[in-house]
């Protein structure tokens, strides 16, 4: 028996692993994505590839050359700061690569180069998904076209339109919030600020769940994660088109802080971002349904811990393989996939989760937490 056409829907990370390791065991596939273009809108910042989940994907899907090629040397050098600036740990890059650390727009770009010509459909945004019956589903897009595939993947994120064919679960607010800035051309107009994000990454936590994350990325830019634990509506009180106004409100949350890192908020180079954290519940999971799945976090969106994108591609990976070793069998493919991802989005879900809960010994935790990994 052949294996069916699979439909993926979300041309994230997760999702084009899944179809590049179908197509090296030859089963087509066709993703398709909201965006209107590979580049219409930055992708991220940096992410560090673990060699137990992201890397093993990588390997199945037959690019660790072209990923070692974009590796950021020196990137996973890490500094814990307490909030007057004193250096509590400064943790230089070992070179091992058990999580070297890449730009996710390049990490994105390697996988979408390794698909064969029209296997993306870019300005496809999904508005339902719904059942036809028999294995069948129908896939609605915005300009009212509709596609019918008998294998059907929702790899289309937090607000999954192919999950409520699965689930009645919706993520919700977590309590956390991070807002994003960046500065740009850091050593020499921000010397100060550079000396204390250092090489790599940067954590300063605070008391009551707050703090400052920072990241060198590609040349001299540093791009941060300011966290707060408040409410929706304490944000919304905060006018974030007035970009100095905004800044300037959430650096008051830091007074008393050191100056190089307060002018990570008050420095930005760009209007700052601001990004509600939001979750599925921990070990979320769904009665087999045939002819569709899901993978990354349209299945298991979790608080960020650093296993968001590497759980992605994992189940990417592994819903690829378990696909090509059942070609005449999907169901037996899809089972024996979804048996394994459910506790394994409880395992990687549950890395680091203790540190949410952590208050005054934030930093204290974080430390422990570099020392011993």
Same mark, same amino acid.
């Given at each position: 028996m052949n294996t069916p056409h699979v439909t993926i829907i979300g041309a994230g990370l997760g999702g084009l692993t899944l179809a590049r390791v179908l197509h090296v065991h030859g089963i087509p596939a066709t993703v398709y994505e909201a965006e209107p273009a590979p580049t219409a809108r930055a992708q991220g910042g940096m992410l560090d590839i673990h060699d137990y989940n992201g890397q093993l994907a990588i390997e199945a899907a037959g690019l660790m050359d072209e990923f070692r090629g974009i590796v950021l040397q020196g990137r996973q050098a890490m500094r814990i700061l307490a909030p007057d600036g004193t250096v509590l740990l400064d943790k230089p890059d070992d070179g091992n690569g058990g999580r070297p650390e890449v730009q996710r727009g390049d990490l994105r770009q390697i996988l979408l180069d390794s698909l064969p010509a029209g296997a993306v459909q870019w300005g496809c945004k999904v508005v339902s998904a719904r059942s036809l019956g028999e294995e069948h589903h129908e896939? @609605?897009?915005?300009?009212?076209?509709?596609? @019918? @595939?008998?294998?059907?993947?929702?790899?289309?994120?937090?607000?999954?339109?192919?999950?409520?064919?699965?689930?009645?679960?919706?993520?919700?607010?977590?309590?956390?919030?991070?807002?994003?800035?960046?500065?740009?051309?850091?050593?020499?107009?921000?010397?100060?600020?550079?000396?204390?994000?250092?090489?790599?990454?940067?954590?300063?936590?605070?008391?009551?769940? &707050?703090?400052?994350?920072?990241?060198?990325? &590609?040349?001299? @830019?540093?791009?941060?994660?300011?966290?707060?634990?408040?409410?929706?509506?304490?944000?919304?009180?905060?006018?974030?088109?007035?970009?100095?106004?905004?800044?300037?409100?959430?650096? &008051?949350?830091?007074?008393?802080?050191?100056?190089?890192?307060?002018?990570?908020?008050?420095?930005?180079?760009?209007?700052?971002?601001?990004?509600?954290?939001?979750?599925?519940?921990?070990?979320?999971?769904?009665?087999?349904v045939p002819g569709v799945t899901l993978l990354g976090d349209a299945a298991h969106l979790l608080t960020p811990n650093g296993e968001g994108a590497n759980s992605a591609m994992y189940d990417g990976a592994e819903l690829g393989k378990a696909i090509a070793a059942h070609p005449g069998d999907i169901e037996t493919a899809l089972t024996q996939y979804e048996e394994a991802m459910f506790p394994r989005s409880v395992e990687f879900g549950s890395i680091g989760a203790e540190l949410h809960d952590l208050d005054d010994d934030a930093a204290a935790g974080l430390i422990k937490l570099y020392t011993e990994n």
């Open positions: 896939v @609605t897009f915005a300009d009212g076209g509709t596609v @019918t @595939t008998s294998l059907l993947v929702g790899a289309d994120g937090a607000w999954s339109r192919v999950r409520p064919l699965l689930s009645d679960a919706t993520p919700e607010y977590t309590g956390m919030s991070y807002v994003e800035t960046y500065l740009f051309d850091v050593d020499t107009r921000h010397p100060a600020t550079a000396h204390a994000v250092g090489s790599g990454s940067m954590a300063a936590p605070g008391a009551g769940g &707050k703090g400052i994350q920072a990241h060198r990325e &590609k040349g001299e @830019t540093i791009h941060t994660y300011v966290v707060l634990r408040e409410s929706q509506e304490w944000f919304d009180a905060i006018d974030f088109a007035d970009s100095a106004a905004a800044a300037a409100r959430i650096a &008051k949350e830091f007074d008393g802080w050191a100056p190089e890192l307060t002018a990570l908020i008050t420095d930005g180079d760009v209007p700052p971002l601001l990004r509600p954290i939001f979750a599925l519940p921990l070990g979320h999971k769904w009665e087999r």
